[in-house]
């Protein structure tokens, strides 16, 4: 069995005002959601995707990651 452990670091930096940036560990998936350095809806991207990422209940397959990737793109572009 392989197991991993995760740790993620971001800053907000020395211009932006917020960190728009997102990661997820679970038993499933690891993620990182960039925030586009204050893009409009950069924020919001980033969590969707991170909610869409954060449903996934079973182990990643090729084509899981494909649709859950899909999945996630679908529903920034829908917002």
Not at 9 to 34: C, M, W, Y
Not at 49 to 73: D, G, Q
């Amino acid at each position: 069995m392989l197991r991993m452990t995760g740790v993620a670091v971001s800053h907000v930096g020395q211009i932006r005002k917020t960190n728009q940036d997102r990661a997820l560990f679970s038993p499933f998936v690891g993620a990182v959601a960039d925030g586009m350095g204050g893009h409009q809806g950069g924020e919001q991207a980033a969590a969707i995707t991170i909610e869409i990422f954060s449903n996934v209940t079973e182990p990643m397959t090729k084509e899981r990651l494909v649709h859950t990737v899909r999945a996630a793109n679908r529903a920034v572009f829908d917002e």
